[in-house]
């Protein structure tokens, strides 16, 4: 079983940044990949970035070239996702998604991220 854990949520002004993190501790593998999704209130929970064991990243349009996603395979397969130019429309709970090699998915529990206009 793999355990993510989040942090690095909080309150910001439209404008500002933050850094989320997603953490596995205790896995001896890596992850093939690890991904954000958020859910605003009353929306469906859509992907914001994805990284693969390669490296190669996929980005929702709503955040590209304001987002950057990247990892940390040496640190116990740590997720990072550097947010910058935040808007009140990022305002949502993010979650840390993971796949292993047999493409089983785990979530965290969410960090949530309010952007103040």
């Known amino acids: 079983q793999v355990q993510l854990v989040e942090s690095g949520g909080g309150l910001v002004q439209s404008g500002g940044s933050l850094r989320l993190s997603c953490a596995a501790p205790?896995?001896?593998?890596?992850?093939?990949?690890m991904a954000w999704f958020r859910q605003a209130p009353g929306k469906q929970r859509d992907l914001v970035a994805g990284i693969n064991d390669a490296d190669m990243t996929t980005y929702a349009d709503s955040v590209q070239g304001r987002f950057t996603i990247s990892r940390d395979n040496n640190a116990g397969n740590t997720v990072f996702l550097q947010m910058n130019s935040l808007k009140p429309e990022d305002t949502a709970v993010y979650y840390c998604h993971a796949r292993d090699s047999s493409w089983t998915e785990y979530w965290g529990l969410g960090t949530q991220v309010t952007v103040a206009s």
């Open positions: 205790g896995t001896s593998f890596t992850l093939r990949a």
